[in-house]
C-alpha cells in the first residue's frame, strides 16, 4: 500500500510523458515558420518576375513570354531547399484593353520535425497576375520649395530624385496615355503661371492690396478711410502666387464657380513665389526642365501643395485633367515632399514655428483626399533636428508609404522605393 501512496518522482514522469508532444509542437512551429518564409520568397520572385516580363513584352511571341517568365522565376528564386518547383504561365495578348499574365508557382518543402507526425514536406503555392495596357498611372508631385530647402543640398537632392522616378515611371508606360505626372512646387502658395484672365480667380483679395490711392493708403481700406480713391494695380502684373482657398473648400475638390465667391481661389502678391506648377502632361523633358527651375524661398504650407496636387487630377477648372477612357483601370498617386513642419497658411502662423492649425487642415484634407482612393506618399527630410512630422505620417495611405529621412542623401533611395512601388500597382494578385 505504501507503493501506490508514494508520489515522488511523479513531476519526472509527467514530464517525460509530456516532453515528446512538446518538443513536437516546438518543431511543428519552426517547420511553419521556414514554410512561411520560404513562401514569402517565392511570391516575390514570382511577382518581380510578372514584371520583368511585363517590361520587356513588346515583340514578344506567347511561347518567348512563357519560356521568360519561367527563366526569370527560376533565377530570382534564391531558396535552394524548395523542391520540385514548377511554374505554370497563361498569357493574355492585348487586344485593345491591355495584356496579362498569369503566373503559378508550387514546390515541396522537406520538414525537419513534422516528418515524425507523418508529414515529411509542406506543399507552397503561390500565384501572381500582372496587367499592362489597361492600368494607367497619374501621379502628382508635390515638392517643397521653402526657404530651408536650400539648406543642406536638399534642393538639388529633390531635383535629382524627383527627375529620376520621372525617368523610371516612364519607362514602364507602354503608351504616353499610360502615365500623366504633374508637378507642384510650394511655399505656402502655389503658382499657376499668371493665368489672370480664368473666371476661377477672385481678385478680390489681391485688389485689397495692389493698386494705388489718390491720397496716399496703401490698401483699398486705408484709402477708403482717408475718403481717397483706390485704383486697382492691372491683373496683367500679378506675378501667379495663389493662396488658399476659403475654407472649407481649401480641403475640397469642389470645382471652382462663379457663383459661388468662396470655391474661387485668390492671387496674392507673395514676393517668394515659387516655380510655376504643371498639370497633368506627359512632357518629361519640360517637367524635368521645371524641376531644375525650382528656388528655395518662403515658409511652409503643405495643404496648399497637397491641394492643388489632388486637383491637378480633376477633369474640371482649375487644371482640367485629360479625360479617362472607359474600360481602363486608373491609379492616382500623390507624393508629397516636405522638409519641416507647417508654419503658416492664409489664415494662420507666423511662418517660423510650428502652427498646429495648419496641421488641422492638412488632416483634414488628408481625410478627403484618401476618401477620394487617391494613394498618397510623404516623404519628410529632416536635417534640422525637428520633431517627426504627425500630420504627413497621417497623411501616407499606409504606414510603409511614409518615409523619415535625416539627410538629402536619402532622397534619391526614397524616390526610388516609390518608383518601385508604383511599378508594383501593376501587380493584380
Keep these: 500500500m505504501r507503493f501506490w501512496r508514494d508520489e515522488r518522482g511523479n513531476v519526472a514522469l509527467l514530464f517525460g510523458i509530456c516532453v515528446v508532444?512538446?518538443?513536437?509542437?516546438?518543431?511543428?512551429?519552426?517547420?511553419?515558420?521556414?514554410?512561411?518564409?520560404?513562401?514569402?520568397?517565392?511570391?516575390?520572385?514570382?511577382?518581380?518576375?510578372?514584371?520583368?516580363?511585363?517590361?520587356d513584352s513588346v515583340g514578344l511571341s506567347t511561347s518567348e513570354i512563357t519560356a521568360r517568365a519561367q527563366s526569370y522565376f527560376q533565377g530570382l528564386l534564391s531558396r535552394k531547399?524548395?523542391?520540385?518547383?514548377?511554374?505554370?504561365?497563361?498569357?493574355?495578348?492585348?487586344?485593345g484593353k491591355g495584356a496579362s499574365l498569369k503566373l503559378g508557382a508550387t514546390?515541396?518543402?522537406?520538414?525537419?520535425?513534422?516528418?515524425?507526425?507523418?508529414?515529411?514536406?509542406?506543399?507552397?503555392?503561390?500565384?501572381?497576375?500582372?496587367?499592362?495596357?489597361?492600368?494607367r498611372l497619374r501621379v502628382a508631385l508635390a515638392l517643397d520649395s521653402t526657404g530651408s530647402m536650400g539648406q543642406h543640398g536638399k534642393m538639388p537632392a529633390m531635383q535629382s530624385a524627383a527627375k529620376s522616378l520621372i525617368d523610371q515611371l516612364k519607362a514602364n508606360a507602354k503608351n504616353p496615355e499610360d502615365l500623366?505626372?504633374?508637378?507642384?512646387?510650394?511655399?505656402?502658395?502655389?503658382?499657376?503661371?499668371?493665368?489672370?484672365?480664368?473666371?476661377?480667380?477672385d481678385w478680390s483679395y489681391w485688389e485689397e492690396e495692389n493698386g494705388s490711392c489718390s491720397?496716399?493708403?496703401?490698401?483699398?481700406?486705408?484709402?477708403?478711410?482717408?475718403?481717397?480713391?483706390?485704383?486697382?494695380?492691372d491683373h496683367a502684373?500679378?506675378?501667379?502666387?495663389?493662396?488658399?482657398?476659403?475654407?472649407?473648400?481649401?480641403?475640397q475638390k469642389t470645382p471652382p464657380a462663379v457663383s459661388n465667391t468662396p470655391t474661387l481661389f485668390q492671387p496674392e502678391q507673395f514676393d517668394q513665389c515659387p516655380a510655376e506648377l504643371i498639370p497633368l502632361t506627359t512632357d518629361w523633358l519640360g517637367l524635368k526642365a521645371r524641376i531644375d527651375a525650382m528656388k528655395a524661398g518662403g515658409p511652409t504650407n503643405q495643404p496648399v501643395g497637397m491641394a492643388w496636387a489632388w486637383l491637378s487630377m480633376m477633369q474640371t477648372d482649375p487644371l482640367n485633367a485629360p479625360a479617362e477612357t472607359a474600360g481602363y483601370n486608373y491609379k492616382k498617386i500623390i507624393i508629397v515632399l516636405s522638409d519641416g513642419l507647417n508654419t503658416k497658411n492664409k489664415k494662420s502662423g507666423n511662418g517660423s514655428t510650428h502652427d498646429t492649425y495648419v496641421d488641422g487642415r492638412q488632416r483634414l484634407l488628408c481625410d478627403n483626399i484618401k476618401a477620394d482612393k487617391v494613394t498618397v506618399y510623404s516623404i519628410q527630410v529632416n536635417t534640422d533636428g525637428d520633431p517627426e512630422s504627425d500630420v504627413l505620417k497621417y497623411c501616407a495611405t499606409s504606414p510603409e508609404n511614409f518615409f523619415m529621412l535625416t539627410s538629402a542623401s536619402q532622397i534619391l533611395s526614397a524616390f526610388d522605393q516609390i518608383a518601385a512601388s508604383l511599378s508594383k500597382l501593376r501587380i493584380a494578385k
Excluded at 508532444?21 to 520560404?38: E, H, K, Q, S, W
Excluded at 531547399?81 to 487586344?95: L, R
Excluded at 507642384?184 to 480664368?198: D, E, G, L, R, W
Aim: glycine fraction near 8%.
Design 21 to 55: 508532444p512538446l518538443l513536437l509542437g516546438v518543431g511543428m512551429a519552426i517547420d511553419y515558420t521556414r514554410a512561411v518564409n520560404a513562401r514569402t520568397a517565392m511570391q516575390a520572385a514570382l511577382d518581380n518576375a510578372a514584371l520583368m516580363v511585363m517590361k
Design 81 to 95: 531547399d524548395i523542391n520540385g518547383v514548377s511554374v505554370t504561365v497563361s498569357y493574355t495578348p492585348d487586344t
Design 107 to 135: 514546390g515541396a518543402l522537406p520538414t525537419d520535425f513534422m516528418r515524425i507526425a507523418g508529414y515529411p514536406t509542406m506543399t507552397l503555392d503561390v500565384g501572381s497576375t500582372a496587367a499592362w495596357g489597361n492600368t
Design 180 to 201: 500623366y505626372i504633374s508637378l507642384v512646387p510650394f511655399n505656402t502658395h502655389i503658382n499657376t503661371a499668371k493665368n489672370y484672365q480664368k473666371a476661377w480667380l
Design 215 to 233: 491720397k496716399g493708403g496703401n490698401t483699398r481700406t486705408k484709402c477708403a478711410s482717408k475718403g481717397g480713391t483706390w485704383t486697382p494695380d
Design 237 to 251: 502684373s500679378w506675378n501667379g502666387c495663389i493662396t488658399d482657398r476659403d475654407e472649407p473648400y481649401d480641403v
